[in-house]
């Protein structure tokens, strides 16, 4: 099993400020790392995607990613009431064969802008 | 851009019917997954399938069953439906099954009664 923890929250940020999400991860042949975001009754949206260590920008979004110490985090800068949604960590195993290609998915965690 | 496109977006059942929920992959996209999203809970994988091959299975009961056609859409069978199989059921897509970004359908809301 692929584990992937997050921190719970709910997190809950003034409007302005930057939201930080930290997700980790127990598989060391993990490779492929991607954060998504779900409003209420919708589908999980794809905003980051990290493949090697370091910071990714996006806009508002970094991505930053350590595999020797297995975390991947999102930081959202100048947060908006419209990033209130729960923001799913998910990642790929390097494994070859029957894993091949599946997402594994944290329990999520709910972040509040409140203006 | 297109995206993955399911259907349909929401299903009625009574217990012990069967349902078909219907998955077409971005255009290109060659791998499609399956997975099942009770009320606060994470996505659960069910299975996916690449170039028409089931590549993995997860916790998809037996009643379950899927598919992947020649035009890479991909149909999932529920049968002998339980209140319990009640979630939003998404598909997702990507080109090839590894290190590459996956994008998810609207999804279907499955209720059974």
């Known amino acids: 099993q692929k584990e992937v923890e997050q921190n719970s929250g709910p997190l809950s940020v003034p409007e302005g400020a930057i939201a930080s999400l930290n997700c980790t991860y127990s598989d060391r042949g993990s490779q492929s790392f991607f954060w998504y975001r779900q409003y209420s009754g919708k589908s999980p949206e794809l905003i980051m995607s990290i493949y090697s260590n370091g910071d990714k920008e996006d806009g508002r979004f970094t991505a930053q990613l350590n595999k020797a110490s297995q975390y991947v985090s999102l930081l959202i800068r100048d947060s908006q009431p419209s990033d209130s949604a729960t923001y799913l960590c998910?990642?790929?195993?390097?494994?070859?064969?029957?894993?091949?290609?599946?997402?594994?998915f944290g329990r999520g965690t709910q972040l509040t802008v409140w203006p | 851009a297109a995206g993955v496109i399911q259907s349909p977006r929401h299903l009625i059942k009574e217990k012990r019917e069967t349902a078909t929920l219907k998955c077409y992959p971005i255009?290109?996209?060659?791998?499609v997954y399956w997975y099942q999203q009770g009320p606060g809970q994470d996505p659960q994988f069910l299975i996916s399938f690449y170039e028409k091959m089931q590549s993995d299975k997860g916790s998809i009961p037996d009643r379950f069953s899927a598919q992947q056609f020649s035009d890479y859409h991909s149909e999932l069978n529920m049968s002998s439906l339980e209140l319990g199989d009640s979630a939003l059921y998404f598909c997702?897509?990507?080109?090839?099954?590894?290190?590459?970004?996956?994008?998810f359908g609207q999804g279907t809301r499955l209720t059974v009664v």
């Open positions: 998910a990642l790929r195993s390097a494994d070859r064969g029957s894993t091949l290609g599946r997402l594994y």
């Open positions: 997702a897509s990507s080109l090839g099954p590894s290190n590459t970004e996956a994008f």
């Open positions: 255009p290109r996209h060659d791998t």
